[in-house]
Every structure is written in structure tokens, then in C-alpha cells.
């Protein structure tokens, strides 16, 4: 019998490695959403290079990219799991929705905007249009649900108001999708501004924790991280950095705020970034280990990848055929 679940899909950019943010607020979610959903995730190669990637570089970071979805829980005999440019599909639909969307939508993405000027020598076609590969991503799978930061909310929007404008145009053809976003940790903010989202490719390297960080280094970010006035472990808005670590403290050890407050009463800000630390290293060592041993057996991991792009082209050629034949392009 077909899966009759509903599906979901989510990609991540081998634009570096994953950060506590990419993990918390995305990837963690995604091995659990295979109990109740037909999952398919991607490493999105072909979003990366809207900013300049070292081509060897960015090879190694996509293999990089797809052990540490497997270590961190997705499972390739339940779900689909593969490179994004191993499915040309993807841009070739991105041709057919650029044409479906306006210069307006795109101009109003926060996300470019934000881009534009960290990368002000290199804005490039790509970033402007990175959005519509992204609803490409999502419609050529007809996916349900898009689990994401809150951060790539936005884009998901857009995929929605493309594929219904498309639905509308040429009847219907498309899922229209729904971004999927968990209240907690929906955005981990960097440990050196605490204004400013956790990036991978935040120059700074204290601003992030990467998931293969070591554990000393790991406790060193957290140590030297960016608090607030006030020696206090409470939650308040006139404490972004204390509340950001507390939000991270929280979902490493599924303590609430009250347990939290309670547990740092007294005591100063150097035992609560140091117990923040440790927490993740408690979460990322068995991860990371996982992770050492899928890299370490190359075949296996080529396989799995293969076999996954295998899976994604066959779904993604017959929404592209259907696409094709809608809007009027002839097949011989
Ligand atoms: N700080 C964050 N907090 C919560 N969720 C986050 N995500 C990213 N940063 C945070 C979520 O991770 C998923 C994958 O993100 P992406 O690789 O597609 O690109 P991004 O959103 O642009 O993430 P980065 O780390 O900031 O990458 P760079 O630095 O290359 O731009 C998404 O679901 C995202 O919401």
C-alpha cells in the first residue's frame, strides 16, 4: 500500500559545519519526524554557492554535511537522503517558478537583504533567486510540512504563495507546504551578539558552536560567551545573552526556566556558562562519534547518497513532467 503519511522535506547548506543553531533549531527535529512522516532531506550544494565557496572545500563539506544527518538521527532505510545537485529537477523547476514569481516578493526577503550586506562585493543572481530553488526544493517533493529555523520562515511563505499561484494558474499541481516551526529554540542567537542570529559562516568562531567542535573548545566558546549586566540567571528581555543560553540550556536537558532559575539561584554566571557547556558537550559527543564512524567508511556513505538521489529523482521527475505538460512545453 502507498505511504498515505504526509510528507515532509527540509535541506541544510554545506556552507560550513553545522552549528548548535542548525541543530537545534532544525536538524534535531528531523530523525523523530520519521515516526510520523514520509521524510526526505537534502544537503543544499546548489543554494551554497550564492556565496563564494572553495570548490574542494565545499566537496568535502557536503560529505561532511550528510554524515552528520545520519549521526544526528536520520535514518536512510525510513527516509530519503541526498545531494541537491544530484537531482537536476531542482533547477529545472526553478526556471518554471522564477517565471511564476515577482521582482517584488523577492526584493522583500530578509534573508537577501541580510546577505546582500555581508557579501556586498558579490551580489549575485543566485542570492536574489536562492528562494525560488528553495520552493523548487519543496514543491518538486509536494511536501506537507518544512521544518526550519524561524529564520527561514519567510522563504517558506514565498513557496507557498508560488505553488498556489501556480495551482491557480495552471489547476492544481502542487502541495502547498507549511513551514513547520518548533516554539523552543526557533532561533539560538550568536554567543558574541546576542542581536544577531548563530551562523556557520559567522567569521567570528566564537559565535558559533560547530557540531564537531571538541569538548574543550566547545566549553571555551560557552566560556568566553557574551552575558549581560547583572550576575542573575533570569529570563528578561534586557537579557539576550542570558536568556539565549538559557534557552540552549533548557532543550540540552529538558529543564524549564523555573528549574533553571532555580538550580543557578546564587551562584554566578561562571557555573551557569560552564553547565551550559557541558550540556552540549553531553549531546554532541555521542553524535560526533557516530559521525566519525560513517565518514570513516566513504563506500557506504557514497552508497546511501546514491541510493537517495536515486529515490528523489524518480519523485521529482514525475512532478517535473506534470509541471512540463501544464504550463505547455511539448515532449518527443
Ligand atoms: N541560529 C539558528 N537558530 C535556529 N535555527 C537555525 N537555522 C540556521 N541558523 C539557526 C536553521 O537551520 C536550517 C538550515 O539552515 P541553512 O543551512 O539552510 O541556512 P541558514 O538558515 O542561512 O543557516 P546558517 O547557519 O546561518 O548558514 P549560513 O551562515 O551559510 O547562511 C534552517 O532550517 C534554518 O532555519
Keep these: 500500500m502507498a505511504d498515505q503519511r504526509e510528507r515532509v522535506f527540509s535541506g541544510i547548506q554545506p556552507s560550513g559545519t553545522f552549528t548548535l543553531g542548525n541543530y537545534v533549531g532544525a536538524v534535531r527535529h528531523w530523525g523523530p519526524l520519521q515516526a510520523e512522516y514520509d521524510c526526505i532531506y537534502s544537503v543544499v550544494n546548489m543554494h551554497a554557492i550564492t556565496v563564494r565557496q572553495q570548490p574542494a572545500a565545499l566537496r568535502k563539506a557536503t560529505y561532511e554535511a550528510a554524515a552528520m544527518l545520519l549521526a544526528s538521527g536520520i535514518d536512510p532505510e525510513q527516509s530519503v537522503i541526498f545531494i541537491q545537485s544530484e537531482v537536476p529537477q531542482h533547477a529545472e523547476l526553478s526556471w518554471v517558478l ?34 525560488i ?6 514543491l518538486l517533493y509536494n511536501a506537507h510540512q518544512v521544518p526550519v529555523g524561524v529564520d527561514q520562515k519567510q522563504h517558506v511563505e514565498l513557496s507557498r504563495d508560488i505553488a498556489q499561484r501556480f495551482n491557480n494558474a495552471y489547476s492544481d499541481t502542487f502541495v502547498v507546504p507549511a ?14 551578539d546576542p542581536a544577531a542570529k548563530m551562523s556557520k559562516s559567522d567569521p567570528n568562531e566564537n559565535a558559533y558552536v560547530a557540531m564537531d567542535d571538541a569538548p574543550e ?49 546564587g551562584r554566578g554566571y561562571g ?18 562519534q557516530r559521525y566519525g564512524e560513517i565518514l570513516a567508511d566513504k563506500a557506504e ?10 529515490k528523489a529523482r524518480r519523485i521529482a521527475a514525475k512532478t517535473l513532467s506534470k509541471v512540463y505538460r501544464k504550463v505547455g512545453f511539448v515532449s518527443n
Design 301 to 310: 556513505l557514497e552508497r546511501i547518497l546514491r541510493e537517495g538521489a536515486e
Design 133 to 138: 530553488l528553495m520552493a523548487a526544493d519543496i
Design 98 to 131: 522564477a517565471c511564476n514569481t515577482m521582482f517584488g516578493e523577492l526584493s522583500r526577503m530578509t534573508q537577501f537583504k541580510d546577505k546582500s550586506k555581508k557579501n556586498a562585493d558579490n551580489i549575485n543572481g543566485g542570492l536574489f533567486t536562492y528562494p
Design 179 to 192: 513551514p513547520l516551526i518548533q516554539k523552543q529554540g526557533a532561533k539560538v542567537m550568536s554567543l558574541q
Design 217 to 265: 573548545v566547545i566549553m571555551r566558546k560557552f566560556k568566553r560567551a557574551v552575558t549581560d549586566s547583572g550576575g542573575e540567571v533570569r529570563r528578561a528581555e534586557d537579557k539576550p545573552g542570558v536568556s539565549n543560553l538559557m534557552t540552549i540550556y533548557g532543550i540540552m536537558t529538558g529543564k524549564d526556566d523555573a528549574a533553571i532559575e532555580a538550580e543557578f539561584a
Design 271 to 288: 557555573d551557569f556558562k560552564e553547565a551550559v557547556g557541558q550540556s552540549v558537550i553531553d549531546v554532541f559527543t555521542p553524535i560526533q
